[in-house]
């Protein structure tokens, strides 16, 4: 039996902006995360954090 991995993926997005090169990147990741019955993928994007300090911790408490 494997176990499974619940993988969260948290990014500040200040100004509620990514780069187009980061949002391809998630894109990408969602079918290949799909097609292993293991692993549950979370996506936060933090909207309007000037702290990617603040952000990475808030992001933590809610993935939990």
Do not use: W
């Not at 176990?3 to 090169?21: E, K, M, Y």
């Not at 969602?30 to 952000?55: H, T």
């Amino acid at each position: 039996m494997t176990d499974q991995v619940h993988l969260v993926v948290a990014t500040p997005c200040f100004g509620g902006q990514v780069s187009s090169i980061y949002a391809g990147s998630i894109f990408r990741l969602q079918p290949a995360v799909r097609s292993m019955s293991n692993i549950d993928l979370k996506v936060l994007m933090r909207d309007g954090e000037a702290s990617s300090q603040f952000a990475t911790h808030a992001s933590a408490a809610d993935a939990a």
